[in-house]
């Protein structure tokens, strides 16, 4: 059996059980009651012969309905009329062969009029046709005359079914179906007639009964069936209910347990079936296939699919084409979480034209958490149609609606609505197009909402506002200019208030209208108590900052307090790179001084040291510029980055002047390029000195060498280094160098037998 049929067919079966544990409910409130008890009935004189017109209508729509729940309800409209005729057309109904979809519609009308308990005319006159219904081959049409058979009393029904489970002359199958009719029967004596039949020479029967009763709980064999029999008999009605009651909920909770399981492996085979296929378009339409699905968690299933895939990092292109119609019609379905779901997916795809499907589910749906997600699908769906080359058009009727809607949710004490409302105005407004009274109405709307909140203890909903506030603001709003000039005195206002959501908005309406003036007013505030506040000062401070505010900067350098260090200095760098060489002059000796504050990192003083020198090369600063890469050669030896160093001490010794400076610069040189390594320019840069003259031990070029060799870097083999050392060919004769080239073969080489 297929998972879907399977799924189906659980499902089915604990629908059942709740039908039977409603009769049994209903079973013990009659319980006692008498079965000659009957109806008041209407006075008959007067009825008229023909049909009225309304009748004709009922009948026509009876025989001739296009759908099921139209033909139940003309059903109804005559069960419960006083008119006689309209009896004998649901009578007429019951007895005929050929119209099924009547048939039905008579029998579910009176399953449904039971626990109404409005009075029927005539009642019992149903009793035999619903009877001779039995004898079908339809199991539909059999299943719901038994059901319609609980209308009545047990023992009104008692004497005529078994006649039909009796008599020899009915087919197999009409026995069959009254023993189902006994099986939903609420009543002991149907059980007890249930157990006589276990033993009935029609195999199928027997069958039949002893199954029905193992469905009631009910196990009977040789000694087992007496025993039965006489425990029924000796429980009054109430007992009998409420154990068949008891058993019943626990056979509904196996059946949802087991109900559970199937869904979970069907889901699981969804899941690989769709995992596996490679091809989008074929993905999508199983999608939109299982989208339509009739079962409620295969369409949450597919949804959530569609979700997964529409906030990944590569969603699937296909879907939207595909999928547009199915997801508009499943926003006005019947399942609340369905509604939901597909709400919440669809304003993620506000490339869907939903506006209109969003907007009539809206004006009519119950419940709160579906309204809200629908207004903030119906937001941003109108937000992506307004904006440019959207190909999708909204009337203007309809965003005239959702600003009404938009107030309404503002207005409201939930915090959670009145923050979508502000949210949905905030987006509406800064995309223009509105009159400038329309502007001033709601700007006006989320001021005075703003203002509501003021003296309230939790400021969450205050800082949303605020936000929805600050980003009309902000340079993409079309409504800048006036919702600047209405908001600024409540943004300075804010920055004293005590939520810290508050403060945020505080400072960033503030930055939206003017950045540096934003920074004169935010001074005062740089030890704010929120980090996050403090933070966006800072930065601000590295936007528009000047050199004042290096001094209050410097001092966050080193904080402990989380993301202000390293946000400090970077404001320090943007204000650097715009300062003159004196500033950063200054600001070096300052980092040099013992008592300073600001305690770099290595990193730190190269990267602020870099902008000096630039800075020093463009106004000529040549004293300043020999101090920064002297600086910069000693900070790159303390990383290791050698390359750098000879970078920067190559400069320095070119522009070095005394002899002394150069020599001991090239000594510094010479020992970068070993342990950068760049052997060949070590190599080079002896060879140059040895044309120079010859090379004695004491020399600072042998004594470099030296201590490399005799204590090289980890990793590093000193060979490889010596190799190139004795490939030195001098021009002319350098004894003393060639012996110390000697010294140090013999050196290495005593150290690998000793190794």
């Given at each position: 059996?297929?998972y879907?049929v ?10 059942r ?5 409603l009769?049994?409910?209903?079973g013990?409130?009659q319980?006692?009651?008498s079965?000659g008890r009957?109806?008041?009935l209407?006075n008959?004189?007067g ?5 009225s017109?309304?009748?004709k209508?009922y009948?026509?729509?009876l025989?001739?309905?296009k759908?099921?729940q139209?033909r139940?309800d003309a059903?109804?409209?005559?069960l ?7 009896r ?7 007895r005929?062969?050929e ?9 579910k ?8 308990q409005k ?10 046709p619903?009877?001779?219904?039995l004898?079908?081959?339809i199991a539909?049409?059999a299943?719901l005359a ?9 023992e ?5 079914l078994e006649?039909v489970l009796?008599n020899?002359?009915l ?7 009254a023993?189902?009719a006994?099986k939903l029967?609420p ?9 006589k039949?276990v033993?009935d020479?029609e195999?199928?029967v027997?069958?039949a009964?002893e ?11 040789m000694?087992a069936?007496?025993l039965?029999v006489?425990?029924l008999?000796?429980q009054?009605?109430d007992e009998?209910l409420r154990?068949?009651l008891i058993?019943?909920e626990r056979q509904?909770?196996?059946l949802?347990?087991k109900?559970d399981l199937r869904?979970?492996r069907y889901?699981?085979?969804?899941d690989e079936?769709?995992s596996?296929?490679?091809?989008a378009?074929?993905k ?8 339509n699905n009739?079962?409620?968690t295969?369409?949450?299933?597919a ?6 895939d529409?906030?990944?990092?590569t969603?699937?292109?296909?879907l939207?084409?595909v ?9 006005s379905g019947?399942d609340r979480d369905?509604?939901l ?5 669809l304003?993620?795809?506000v490339e869907?034209?939903s506006?209109?499907h969003?907007?009539?589910q809206l004006k009519?749906?119950q419940y709160?958490?579906?309204r809200?997600?629908l207004?903030v699908?119906?937001?941003?769906a109108?937000?992506y ?6 190909g999708?058009?909204?009337?203007p009727?309809?965003r005239k609606q959702?600003l009404g809607?938009?107030e309404?949710f503002?207005?409201e004490?939930d915090?959670?609505?009145a ?12 995309q223009?197009g509105l009159?400038s009274?329309e502007v001033?109405?709601?700007l ?10 003021k003296?309230e203890s ?6 949303q506002l605020?936000t929805a506030?600050?980003?009309l603001?902000?340079?993409r709003?079309v409504c800048?200019?006036e919702?600047?000039?209405l908001f600024?005195s ?5 920055l004293?208030?005590?939520a ?7 400072v960033?309406g503030?930055?939206y209208i003017?950045?540096t003036k934003?920074?004169?007013?935010l001074r005062?505030?740089?030890?704010d108590?929120?980090p ?9 401070a590295?936007?528009v900052?000047?050199g004042?505010d290096l ?6 350098i080193?904080s402990t ?7 400090a200095w ?7 790179k715009g300062s003159?060489a004196?500033?950063l ?5 300052k ?5 300073a504050?600001?305690?770099?990192s290595v990193e730190q003083r190269?990267s ?5 020198e630039g800075?020093a090369v ?15 050669a000693d900070?790159?030896k303390?990383t290791?980055?050698?390359e750098q160093?000879?970078?920067?001490l190559g ?5 070095a002047?005394e002899?002394?400076?150069r020599e001991?610069i090239?000594?510094?040189l ?7 390594p760049?052997?060949?320019?070590a190599?080079k840069?002896v060879d ?8 004695e031990p004491?020399?600072?070029i ?5 201590n490399?060799l005799?204590?090289?870097?980890a990793?590093?083999?000193p ?11 001098p021009?002319?004769?350098?004894p ?5 080239v000697k010294?140090?073969i013999?050196h ?8």
């Amino acid at each position: 059996m297929r998972y879907g049929v399977l799924f189906r067919v659980i499902r089915m079966s604990t629908k059942r059980l709740y039908l039977l544990i409603l009769l049994l409910m209903v079973g013990c409130q009659q319980a006692g009651v008498s079965a000659g008890r009957s109806a008041s009935l209407p006075n008959e004189k007067g009825i008229k012969a023909e049909l009225s017109k309304q009748l004709k209508i009922y009948e026509s729509t009876l025989f001739e309905g296009k759908s099921e729940q139209i033909r139940i309800d003309a059903a109804t409209e005559m069960l419960f009329s006083e008119d006689t005729a309209a009896r004998e057309i649901l009578l007429s109904a019951l007895r005929q062969t050929e119209n099924s979809a009547a048939r039905m519609a008579v029998c579910k009308a009176l399953i449904q009029a039971r626990p109404e308990q409005k009075p029927i005319n005539k009642k019992g006159d149903f009793i035999q046709p619903l009877l001779d219904i039995l004898p079908t081959k339809i199991a539909t049409e059999a299943e719901l005359a038994a059901e319609g058979l609980l209308l009545f009393q047990y023992e009104q029904i008692s004497e005529p079914l078994e006649k039909v489970l009796t008599n020899p002359s009915l087919p197999v199958n009409a026995r069959l179906n009254a023993i189902y009719a006994l099986k939903l029967q609420p009543y002991k004596q149907a059980v007890i007639r249930l157990i006589k039949l276990v033993n009935d020479p029609e195999k199928q029967v027997a069958e039949a009964a002893e199954q029905a009763l193992n469905s009631l709980g009910i196990t009977v064999g040789m000694d087992a069936e007496i025993l039965t029999v006489n425990i029924l008999q000796s429980q009054d009605t109430d007992e009998f209910l409420r154990d068949r009651l008891i058993w019943l909920e626990r056979q509904m909770n196996k059946l949802e347990d087991k109900l559970d399981l199937r869904e979970e492996r069907y889901l699981s085979a969804l899941d690989e079936v769709y995992s596996g296929s490679k091809d989008a378009a074929a993905k999508a339409k199983f999608l939109a296939k299982h989208l339509n699905n009739s079962e409620v968690t295969v369409r949450l299933w597919a949804l959530d699919k569609v979700y997964q895939d529409r906030v990944s990092s590569t969603p699937n292109l296909k879907l939207p084409a595909v999928l547009e119609s199915v997801l508009v019609n499943l926003i006005s379905g019947q399942d609340r979480d369905v509604r939901l779901k597909t709400a919440k997916l669809l304003a993620l795809m506000v490339e869907l034209n939903s506006a209109q499907h969003l907007l009539e589910q809206l004006k009519i749906e119950q419940y709160d958490e579906v309204r809200i997600e629908l207004f903030v699908a119906l937001g941003r769906a109108c937000q992506y149609a307004f904006s440019a080359n959207s190909g999708i058009k909204v009337s203007p009727e309809i965003r005239k609606q959702l600003l009404g809607w938009s107030e309404k949710f503002l207005l409201e004490q939930d915090p959670k609505k009145a923050q979508k409302g502000a949210d949905v105005i905030k987006k509406r407004l800064e995309q223009g197009g509105l009159a400038s009274e329309e502007v001033g109405k709601y700007l006006g709307l989320l001021q005075g909402r703003y203002q509501q909140e003021k003296d309230e203890s939790d400021g969450m909903l205050r800082g949303q506002l605020l936000t929805a506030m600050a980003g009309l603001c902000a340079q993409r709003s079309v409504c800048r200019a006036e919702s600047s000039k209405l908001f600024k005195s409540l943004f300075e206002q804010a920055l004293n208030d005590e939520a810290d959501s508050v403060r945020e908005a505080a400072v960033d309406g503030l930055v939206y209208i003017d950045k540096t003036k934003a920074l004169d007013i935010l001074r005062g505030f740089i030890n704010d108590n929120n980090p996050l506040v403090r933070k966006k000062i800072i930065e601000l401070a590295g936007e528009v900052g000047r050199g004042e505010d290096l001094v209050w900067l410097s001092g966050k350098i080193g904080s402990t307090a989380e993301g202000e260090s390293g946000p400090a200095w970077q404001a320090m760098l943007e204000i650097f790179k715009g300062s003159d060489a004196t500033v950063l002059n200054e600001w070096i000796a300052k980092f040099d001084s013992t008592s300073a504050k600001a305690k770099l990192s290595v990193e730190q003083r190269i990267s602020f040291l870099d902008v000096a020198e630039g800075k020093a090369v463009r106004e000529n600063k040549l004293k300043m510029l020999k101090n920064i890469r002297e600086k910069l050669a000693d900070l790159y030896k303390k990383t290791g980055a050698f390359e750098q160093v000879a970078k920067y001490l190559g400069i320095l010794q070119a522009e070095a002047k005394e002899a002394e400076d150069r020599e001991k610069i090239l000594a510094e040189l010479l020992d970068a390029y070993l342990r950068w390594p760049n052997v060949e320019a070590a190599a080079k840069l002896v060879d140059n000195s040895l044309l120079e003259k010859d090379l004695e031990p004491n020399n600072v070029i042998v004594r470099v060498i030296d201590n490399y060799l005799r204590e090289p870097p980890a990793g590093v083999d000193p060979n490889e280094t010596l190799k190139a050392l004795t490939k030195i060919n001098p021009k002319s004769k350098r004894p003393k160098w060639l012996m110390q080239v000697k010294l140090w073969i013999s050196h290495l080489r005593q150290l690998k037998k000793v190794g």
